[in-house]
């Protein structure tokens, strides 16, 4: 009974040497064709979004302005494919959206006073239509910090795709 005690870790070991290197071909194959791979997206958060300051320009034309300033590691993700989750704000009448802003924030309360600033606002221009929904919805697209945009907004994705 002793000796087969001993041999059941020996036995195990040949099997795991057997059967390892098909377990790391499997996962490996896996890996190789997942769609995370697929895409290089970065997962982004508001909260990095949100550093973003403004200060304060003195021109002659229109007296003082405020310029947007992003920190460094916002400013590296500036034409790279990123993937956000917020809320919804439909600028079309239309059930499937193409072109919606992203709201950190869920939007309660007046559209105009939106809570977080234009910083917790993000234009979406959709190459497939997303459907509108008052829960959280994932969007995964090219991102554009907006360092001068006349509407004011800090941040678009664009070739945006719904995601699940």
Known sequence: MHSNFIDQPMH???????????????????????????????????????????????????????????????????GKTVRLMGYMIPLGMEEAQTHFLLSAFPGHGCFFHMPGGPAAIVEVQASKAALFSYDPVAVEGRLHVLHEDPYGLLYRITDAKPVR
């Open 12 to 78: 195990a070991m040949k099997r795991f040497r057997i059967y390892l290197p098909l377990v790391l071909v499997v996962l490996g194959f896996g890996a190789a064709i997942s769609p995370q791979s697929a895409h290089a997206q970065q997962e982004m958060s508001w909260q990095l979004l949100m550093q973003a300051d403004f200060e304060e320009e003195v021109t002659s034309e229109d007296g003082i302005i405020w310029k947007p300033k992003f920190p460094e590691s916002v400013q590296q993700l500036d």
